[in-house]
Each structure stands twice: as C-alpha cells, then as structure tokens.
C-alpha cells in the first residue's frame, strides 16, 4: 500500500501544477502516469476494493510489485501523453445542458411522486386530514363520537403515562418500556405509590387485583379475604365474639346478588354451580327477611349495585339503607360492584354519594374499566369490616401485605402504571364534579333529539338509553350494548363540558362537517367505527361505513341498505 500512497500524492502534484504554466504535455503525463499506477494496483489479488468486500488475509506488496508498477506506469506515459489535448481545453469543456421546449414540458410525463392523485389531493380531503391529524395529536381538545369507549375503560384522550401528569409515572413508564428487567427492581415501590394514589383518592384500600372485575365476585377469593381479614381482627373487637364464618361455609361459600345485578348467572357457575339467592328490595320487611335466610343458608356476601348494570336503574336511598341495616344486623358482607360507576357518577365511587354514605359504607368494592385495574378494595369504615377493629396504618397495612404476598406480583407493571396516573389527572382535573356536568349536557342534547326523560337512565355520565330510543336519533353516536339498552361513556376531558363543541362537532346539523373530516381521516387510516350506532353490538366486517353519519349498523338494526339518519342534513351539508 506504500506504492498507492506514494502515487497517488504525485498525482495530485501534478493535477495542482495544471495552472502554474507547467507544459500540458508534462501534466497529462504525470495524470496518465497515476491511472497506470492506480490501475494495476487495484488488479492486484487481494487488493481492498470495497468495504463490503474486504479480505482479512490480503497478501502484502512486495519490491517486485513496486518495480513493475513504475514500469507500467512510465510505459502508459510515452504511450498516451502525446495524443491527449492541452489541459487549457479539456478544462474548457463542459456538459451541455439539452433544451426543452414548452411543448416538450407539456406533453413530458411527470414523475411518479409528483403526479396529481384525485382523492388524496383533493383540497377538501387535505383539509378534512390535516384537522383529523391535529385532533389525533390533541384527541383531548375534540369532542368525540364514540361514547363507547372500550366498554367504558377509558376516561381520557390523554396519555396518563407522560410528564405532563407525572414525572414519576413517565420515568417508571421510560423503563418499562427500555429495560423492563430494570423495573422490575422498582415493582415494590410502583405497588406502594399506587396504593396511596388510591387511597387517597377512593378512601379505601385495593387489596386484590385480577384480570377482570368479574374474578373479584368468585365466591371463594371473597371467603377467603373474609377469613384473612378475621385472622388480623384485634381480640377485643366485636367478631372476636360473634361467629361470623363456620366450617360449612367456608368449604361450600356462595352470594347473594340484588335483582337486577350485572352477571348473576356467571356469580351462580362460580358457585359451584348453586344459584345464588337473589334479594328483592321492595321493603325493608322483605328484605330483612331475605338477607337472614340467606345467612341461614350459608351465605357469606351479598353484591348489590347502585347503578344496575343491566338497565340503568338507580337504587333508591330507602332500599340502600334498608340493606346495611340487615347486612349489618345478620354479618353478611356487603359488597357493592362500582365497576362502572367509579369517578363517573359525582363522587369517587357512586356509593359515597351524600345521599347514601350517610346511612354507612359497605365493606368491599368491587372496582375495574374506568379505573385501568380490576379488584376487590377493602374500606375499613364498612358496616362489617369496621367490627374487626383493625384501626391502626401499622395494622391495616399488614393485612395487606400479607395477603398480597402469596401473589408472584401485585398486578402487571404496565397496569399499575397507567392506573396510576390515570388516578393523579382524576385527582387534579376533579373527574366526578366533571361527570355531572357532563351527564347532564348530554341529557339536554338526547332530550332536543326527542327522548323523553323516563327513557334515559342511569347516573351522572353514565347514561343508558333503550335501542329503539337510540336508533331514532337524527345524530348518531357510538355507545355499549347492555342488553336491550345502549349504554353512554363518554371521556371525562374538558371540551365533553362544552355546549357549542358539542353542537357543532356531534349533534345537530351543525355536525355534519366535523363529521365528514372524521370520515375522510378513518379512510385515509383504512378504519372504521367497529360497533353499531343504534344497538351497540359488534359490526360485522364488509358492512361499509356510511360518509355522512361515519357509522354502520349491524345486520339485525339494517337488514336492508343504509339510510342516513337524516337524509337531509346530507343534502344540507
């Protein structure tokens, strides 16, 4: 390599030398005389021609390729300096741009990437993309159709994992994502900081986590909690003296539900398959009655809702007091489902409603969706819980503990995380005085589209309409199915508070535009709406959206062809 260095700077030299008034003759020579040189040089085997072909046993050269190298070189020079042409006017000499007439540059076909598409280049289609795009980098500033939601799972178009909610979560978050195996050395802490960003919003301690709010009525998990919470109850506490769980029950544990319960079939095959006794609430006579029998029988908890899952009932404030009192009397936990009802009905949980905390609390909750984690929370102030005089932190903090630590972990990394600061913007944003706001704007819209007010249910945002109601709906939106009823749940973000967001964007004429930009963008993402806007079921695949209400139904709600819901809103628009 010695040899290629050493010419390749002469040749250089020479090309410098071209104009200071050397002889042209000379200068070829010398730039003849360094393409000689470098030419056989790369015939050499072995030679490094590319670093992608490079040869790790390149031989090296020797004198005798230097002096042959030198000879080819001195040969090329007599050979070929004589024919070449002064320096002067091969310099001159330069690439001559071709013409192109005006005809030319008509009639020329224009590359590929620069060729006009008919729909995407559209104005309006530009123009309906670039709002959607803005709207998906800021969802939380729009108003949105689906009020579905994921079965109500999510509370907000903000990511609850960034900085802008916690610097704590964002940096667990980081690490979750980078180097997982690094989190899990944290995991113990993430479990604690969760617990009290809980407690101190809900009042009440989460003691088992699980998959799915529906393992958290498995008769034998509840016994079990029971019987742990008993073994940590103080000796002078009130259960020390009652007998709250025999041996029967323990073995063979079963519940009681309240009618109308979400899912009392599923709470009977968790049963060992005995059908659960279910208490009819149209006395406090009937239901005394019921709960001791059922406590005769071997019932150990009894699950009562306060918004029915199933059609939007509210329970009233007679029967809520009615069940503590016989809850209480007969030692049958209570236990209440706030799976849905959680942050959005006017309070952390739906029970703690002025009008219902004041008659007592339950003893456990049944909590997940909204919340981002599934489980059982215990709250200490509860009609039962309360006799086992477990009162200190040292205490209850034992209690949970040990009972988390016959787990591998508290709950999925990711899980906690989002519940977490899903929890932290809860809090700051003062999500439940949000939800009646809500609730009742959107009330006032579902009333101008001519629903009648004992046709909508449930409580705060959580709204429930029959599908005939829905169906008849001049401004379609996306909600849940719950039996013969559409459920409504909606995101709690500032711009849901927002009357004229609302008219403009979702109901009324005034909608139809916003609507066309959300079709346009769901096109140009090959998306559409997955759920039918009058009864909430799953569409199937094939059924094409319509470009207007940005819908499809499902095949029971339109057997036929789609027809907009108001046909002259499309003319209008």
């Not at 319960?261 to 279910?278: F, H, I």
């Not at 007091?321 to 009397?329: E, G, H, M, Q, T």
């Not at 249910?457 to 709906?473: E, M, N, P, T």
Request: hydrophobic share 40%; net charge positive; proline share 5%.
């Amino acid at each position: 390599m010695k040899v290629s260095i050493v010419h390749l700077r002469l040749g250089m030299i020479a090309a410098v030398m071209v104009d200071f008034n050397v002889s042209s003759r000379i200068s070829w020579a010398w730039i003849e005389y360094f393409k000689g040189v470098t030419g056989i040089i790369t015939s050499l085997p072995g030679y490094w021609k590319s670093p992608f072909s490079c040869s790790q046993d390149m031989p090296p050269i020797t004198k005798k390729h230097n002096r042959g190298t030198r000879k080819a070189g001195r040969a090329v020079l007599r050979s070929q300096s004589a024919s070449k042409p002064k320096v002067n006017q091969v310099l001159a000499i330069r690439p001559k741009r071709a013409r192109i007439s005006k005809r030319d540059k008509q009639t020329s076909k224009a590359p590929i990437s620069s060729q006009k598409h008919p729909v995407r280049d559209d104005p309006q289609f530009q123009k309906a993309i670039s709002s959607a795009e803005r709207r998906e980098c800021h969802p939380e500033d729009f108003p949105d159709l689906d009020f579905h939601n994921s079965f109500g799972s999510f509370l907000t178009r903000k990511n609850p994992v960034s900085e802008n909610v916690d610097t704590k979560v964002a940096h667990y978050w980081n690490l979750l994502s980078q180097t997982p195996t690094v989190l899990q050395q944290h995991i113990h802490d993430i479990g604690d900081q969760y617990r009290d960003a809980f407690r101190r919003f809900f009042m009440g301690e989460p003691i088992s986590l699980h998959g799915h709010v529906s393992d958290a009525s498995n008769p034998a998990l509840l016994t079990s909690l029971i019987c742990h919470l008993v073994s940590h109850a103080s000796s002078r506490s009130e259960m020390s003296k009652v007998r709250f769980l025999d041996e029967k029950t323990r073995t063979n544990p079963r519940v009681a539900v309240t009618v109308g319960s979400y899912r009392a079939d599923a709470v009977q095959l968790l049963a060992n398959s005995l059908p659960p006794v279910v208490i009819d609430a149209e006395s406090a006579a009937r239901i005394d009655a019921q709960v001791e029998a059922a406590k005769a029988l071997g019932y150990v908890e009894l699950i009562a809702e306060i918004v029915s899952a199933r059609d939007g009932n509210i329970i009233s404030e007679r029967v809520w007091k009615n069940l503590l009192n016989s809850c209480a009397r007969y030692n049958l936990v209570l236990v209440v489902d706030e799976a849905l009802t959680s942050i959005r009905c006017g309070a952390p949980f739906a029970h703690q409603l002025p009008k219902y905390c004041k008659h007592g609390l339950p003893d456990m909750i049944r909590f997940g969706k909204a919340v981002r984690t599934n489980g059982v929370a215990i709250d200490w102030q509860g009609i039962n819980v309360k006799k086992l005089g477990i009162v200190t932190a040292e205490d209850r903090q034992l209690a949970i503990l040990d009972w988390q630590a016959r787990l591998t972990e508290m709950a999925q990394a990711a899980n906690l995380l989002i519940s977490w600061g899903t929890l932290v913007l809860t809090e700051r944003e003062q999500w439940p005085q949000r939800g009646c706001e809500i609730g009742r704007i959107l009330r006032s819209f579902a009333l101008s589209e001519g629903t009648q007010n004992r046709d909508i249910g449930g409580l705060g945002s959580l709204i429930y309409l029959r599908c005939q109601v829905q169906a008849r709906f001049f401004s379609p939106v996306m909600g849940a199915k719950a039996g013969n009823h559409v459920r409504w749940l909606p995101v709690m973000d500032a711009v849901m508070m927002s009357t004229d967001e609302l008219r403009s964007k979702i109901f009324g004429p005034g909608s139809i535009a916003h609507r066309k930009e959300i079709s346009a963008y769901l096109k140009s993402k090959d998306l559409q709406m997955g759920f039918c806007s009058r009864c909430g079921a799953a569409v199937e695949a094939g059924v094409r959206a319509c470009d207007v209400c940005v819908f499809r139904n499902c095949q029971e709600c339109e057997p036929r062809k789609h027809i907009c819901p108001n046909r002259s809103l499309k003319t209008a628009a």
